[in-house]
């Protein structure tokens, strides 16, 4: 999903593409702790667009912090961006091979909203691999009232210019708009399924420590969700954050750094 984004800043940060599964993934990395930590975008993300204040102000001496851009999205084109009814596994599988592409043999996963889902899923399947897990605004379900809401988003033309600019001088207005259709077509067929179900089977699998962080006030994930994924990950925290919106990281990322950090 998304929300306003923010510009990135900061001198000692590294761009590369390495190739993960026949693609070449674009990511980003800073600083030189020995945790190292996943940063998975939403929908339509990627590290530049959704994770400016992590990359710059999280702690460099502790972490070692890597954003990615899943495939078709970011600088992670070509391939185009489409939406196969496994598209969250192939992402999983792509994050947890690119960060073992780059010698990271534990980490730990930082995901919002697609992202997040994301992070569900490979936490649950690779749980060798996974340290700690934080999501926020994300769901493991999709009901009609969700399918509501993402077709409410669909038409990029209706969305405001802050929301909009970082996305159409990444991608252009065509991909955008085309992709963001893609996606509530794609994220709608989990409703299709009796349960709407994308992940909720795969939540009691997850053994490592979790926090889950919720905007009370997102209009793009309704807090039943995070409270959903509470409930069956067993031992997780969850962190209700009472002004906190979707993009809850970029507009109160001091706070939001400083929980995460903590938590990890």
Same mark, same amino acid.
Not at 198 to 214: A, M, N, R, S
Not at 216 to 226: C, G, I, R
């Given at each position: 999903?998304?929300?306003?984004?923010?510009?990135?800043?900061?001198?000692?940060?590294?761009?590369?593409?390495?190739?993960?599964? =026949?693609?070449?993934?674009?990511?980003?990395?800073?600083?030189?702790?020995?945790?190292?930590?996943?940063?998975?975008?939403?929908?339509?993300?990627?590290?530049?667009?959704?994770?400016?204040?992590?990359?710059?102000?999280?702690?460099?001496?502790?972490?070692?912090?890597?954003?990615?851009?899943?495939?078709?999205?970011?600088?992670?084109?070509?391939?185009?961006?489409?939406?196969?009814?496994?598209?969250?596994?192939?992402?999983?599988?792509?994050?947890?091979?690119?960060?073992?592409?780059?010698?990271?043999?534990?980490?730990?996963?930082?995901?919002?909203?697609? =992202?997040?889902?994301?992070?569900?899923?490979?936490?649950?399947?690779?749980?060798?691999?996974?340290?700690?897990?934080?999501?926020?605004?994300?769901?493991?379900?999709?009901?009609?009232?969700?399918?509501?809401?993402?077709?409410?988003?669909?038409?990029?033309?209706?969305?405001?210019?802050?929301?909009?600019?970082?996305?159409?001088?990444?991608?252009?207005?065509?991909?955008?708009?085309?992709?963001?259709?893609?996606?509530?077509? =794609?994220?709608?067929?989990?409703?299709?399924?009796?349960?709407?179900?994308?992940?909720?089977?795969?939540?009691?699998?997850?053994?490592?420590?979790?926090?889950?962080?919720?905007?009370?006030?997102?209009?793009?994930?309704?807090?039943?969700?995070?409270?959903?994924?509470?409930?069956?990950?067993? =031992?997780?925290?969850?962190?209700?954050?009472?002004?906190?919106?979707?993009?809850?990281?970029?507009?109160?990322?001091?706070?939001?750094?400083?929980?995460?950090?903590?938590?990890?």
């Amino acid at each position: 999903l998304f929300l306003s984004r923010s510009p990135l800043s900061s001198t000692s940060i590294t761009s590369a593409k390495i190739q993960v599964n =026949g693609v070449h993934l674009h990511y980003q990395q800073t600083g030189e702790g020995s945790h190292a930590v996943l940063l998975l975008p939403g929908m339509l993300g990627s590290g530049q667009t959704d994770f400016g204040p992590q990359l710059k102000s999280m702690n460099k001496q502790l972490f070692t912090i890597v954003a990615w851009d899943p495939r078709g999205y970011g600088q992670s084109i070509p391939p185009s961006r489409d939406f196969p009814p496994d598209f969250f596994e192939r992402d999983a599988k792509d994050a947890v091979d690119l960060m073992q592409a780059l010698k990271f043999k534990k980490f730990s996963l930082l995901g919002w909203s697609d =992202g997040g889902i994301t992070a569900l899923i490979a936490a649950a399947k690779y749980p060798a691999l996974i340290h700690k897990l934080v999501v926020w605004g994300a769901n493991a379900s999709v009901t009609q009232e969700d399918v509501r809401i993402y077709n409410g988003i669909r038409d990029v033309s209706k969305w405001s210019e802050k929301a909009k600019k970082p996305l159409e001088e990444m991608y252009g207005h065509q991909y955008f708009a085309k992709t963001c259709e893609a996606w509530v077509d =794609g994220i709608s067929r989990f409703a299709e399924k009796s349960d709407g179900n994308i992940c909720q089977q795969l939540l009691p699998d997850i053994k490592c420590p979790t926090f889950i962080i919720h905007g009370e006030k997102d209009p793009l994930v309704p807090q039943a969700h995070a409270e959903y994924i509470h409930k069956h990950i067993k =031992g997780s925290r969850l962190l209700l954050m009472p002004e906190g919106k979707h993009n809850l990281h970029l507009r109160f990322a001091e706070d939001f750094n400083r929980q995460v950090e903590d938590f990890l």
